[in-house]
């Protein structure tokens, strides 16, 4: 089962389309990133914008950084610090809108990961590792009941890492711990106490200009690790720190509670010089350079009850639950001066020059709460229907210190998904399903009204195939819509309207195989066409192009 499921149902008689990437794939892999762990989910596109430290993911064909969750519950309204992978069990991939479950979320769907927790087994892990690009880490994983049961328990991991980069004078310095306690409540209680601290020190790595790099250019090729920033620009520097519990409860009449919470505090600070095109000559790169600030403060909360019940033949597991989350963050942005490099022969050390006065300086503060019912009914021995329905209101308040404005966008909406599964026998199980998403516009259009919330929509026909206890195979096709997309707009200059549309069609196929002998497979391939179908009426119009990032063929 899928904890993203919010259920104990198995993955193959779940009529949507989920992938678990298991601990021991990632550490067969020896993934290091996220996006080590996405590159073996179809239909996802991880680390768009190169190696910057963030967690940057596409899914199908639409941007969802910052649809990351750990534990089910959101990390943040945006994304800024890279997650730990060390400290994960398992990587979960929702894929379509998923607003039903997770309230406003980007219709390509979402990822959560699922934390290491504490074990009734004693477990003595460490390691210590070398690789290319100059990597050291050294980890360790230690696990240890703390009762006869196993019930109370403490599990402690944690990792340090320095790695250099194929990018000249590009590094990353990591640094882990992450304690959790479980205590013994009784026996119809699980109760686990989970926190973190990670920091992280590096520089980013800014890929290098399209001539040259990608496409010829009459200068010749240019070195791919050639670093067009300057050596002596400060790292970005990074740290979070989390504290949460979860508690699941079983009651005598047959509902089940489950209730989790968190904080998470967060500070970023960078320098980056960022890539800005070539000049007419195709040797001189022009340059940007920007002083980030970022501080940060979530705290986020899912509560829900279930419960199997009957209603004459059909068998009921109805789930109702309330989330809630705010999250509170500031950001002052330098925009610098920097001079030109040359790519062919580059020579370091140009003056880098800031304003005494931020070019941004605000406060942003966003607070959502939902609804949500679900009843996954079994009406004969063969057929299942999931219907749901949900109610969101959100909030956002942004503060602008430079010019002393505050502006204000409320949002609500119901959204819902339905799906019809079938059980063919043999483990066959076709299904088709639909389901809607939500969320909310930031600002205002030229004549200050605040922009109508994304929409989205997404309509899919798939079949799961379970051959073997060992053996899966599924295969699923979607019609995916994003509605009410910000684009410019054709007529204020420098304004924004709320009437784009983008449009994704794909194909994903999927397989998982024991195959014996300690030899196992985990492999996918993707069709994804992924283009804008409503450009706001722009005088170039961009109807049909594909969107940025999303590759038609795909597979691992």
């Known amino acids: 089962p899928a904890q993203s499921d919010k259920s104990d149902t198995p993955l193959a008689q779940t009529p949507f389309s989920i992938t678990v990437v298991p601990r021991a794939l990632l550490d067969s892999q020896q993934a290091q990133t996220l996006a080590d762990a996405l590159h073996n989910v179809s239909g996802v596109v991880a680390n768009t914008y190169g ?24 990390t943040a309204s945006n994304n800024r610090v890279a997650e730990q992978l060390f400290g994960m069990q398992q990587v979960e991939v929702l894929k379509g809108p998923a607003s039903l479950l997770y309230g406003q979320v980007l219709p390509g769907g979402l990822v959560n990961l699922v934390s290491k927790r504490p074990e ?80 992280r020190d590096y520089i980013r790595q800014q890929g290098l200009p399209w001539e040259g790099s990608a496409e010829a250019n009459p200068n010749g090729k240019i070195d791919r690790s050639l670093f067009t920033g300057e050596p002596s620009q400060p790292p970005y520097h990074s740290h979070q720190s989390r504290i949460g519990y979860v508690l699941d409860h079983r009651f005598d009449n047959g509902w089940t509670l489950h209730h989790a919470a968190r904080w998470q505090e967060f500070g970023l600070d960078g320098f980056i010089i960022a890539n800005n095109g070539l000049a007419a000559d195709l040797r001189t790169l022009r340059r940007t350079a ?28 109805l789930t109702a639950g309330v989330d809630a989350f705010k999250t509170w963050e500031w950001n002052v942005q330098s925009t610098c001066r920097v001079g030109t490099l040359d790519v062919y022969a580059p020579v370091y050390g140009g003056a880098v020059t800031c304003p005494a006065t931020p ?79 939500f969320y909310p516009n930031v600002g205002t259009d030229a004549q200050g009204a605040q922009f109508d919330p994304e929409h989205g929509r ?22 995916l819509r994003r509605r009410n997309v910000l684009q410019t707009d054709p007529v204020n200059d420098g304004y924004s309207i709320a009437v784009g549309e983008q449009r994704s069609r794909g194909l994903e196929l999927n397989a998982a195989a024991d195959l014996g002998s300690g030899v196992s497979l985990f492999a996918g391939y993707a069709y994804t066409d992924a283009v804008v179908t409503d450009d706001g009426g722009q005088s170039v119009t961009t109807v049909g192009d594909r969107l940025y990032n999303v590759p038609k063929h795909s597979g691992s």
């Open 458 to 479: 997404q309509v899919e026909l798939g079949v799961k195939m379970e051959l073997d206890a060992g053996t899966s195979l599924s295969v699923a096709l979607y019609d």
């Open 359 to 437: 070019s941004r300086d605000n406060l942003s503060v966003v607070t959502s709460g939902g609804l949500y019912l679900r009843d996954r009914i079994q009406f004969t021995p063969d057929w299942q229907l999931l219907l749901g329905v949900r109610h969101d209101r959100s909030r956002n308040l942004s503060e602008d210190y430079l010019t002393g404005t505050n502006t204000r966008n409320d949002a609500s909406a119901t959204t819902g998904s339905a799906a019809l599964m079938f059980d063919a026998g043999g483990g066959l199980h076709p299904y088709a399903s639909v389901a809607t998403s």
């Open 290 to 317: 920007t002083d980030q600030h970022y501080d940060g403060r979530t705290w986020v909360q899912d509560t829900y009850l279930q419960r199997g019940f009957a209603t004459g033949a059909w068998q009921h597991t």
């Open 120 to 199: 009734a087994t004693p477990l003595r892990r460490a390691e210590l590792g070398v690789g290319s690009d100059g990597l050291q880490q050294g980890s360790f994983d230690l696990n240890q009941p703390l009762s006869a049961n196993g019930k109370t328990a403490l599990r402690l991991n944690g990792l340090a890492m320095n790695a250099d980069d194929p990018t000249d004078h590009v590094y990353f310095r990591s640094r882990w711990i992450a304690p959790a306690l479980s205590l013994d409540l009784g026996e119809r209680t699980d109760f686990v106490l989970l926190t973190s601290y990670q920091e």
């Open 51 to 74: 190696r910057r430290g963030w967690d940057d993911l596409i899914i199908r064909g639409q941007t969802a950084s910052d649809s990351l969750f750990v534990d089910g519950l959101r």
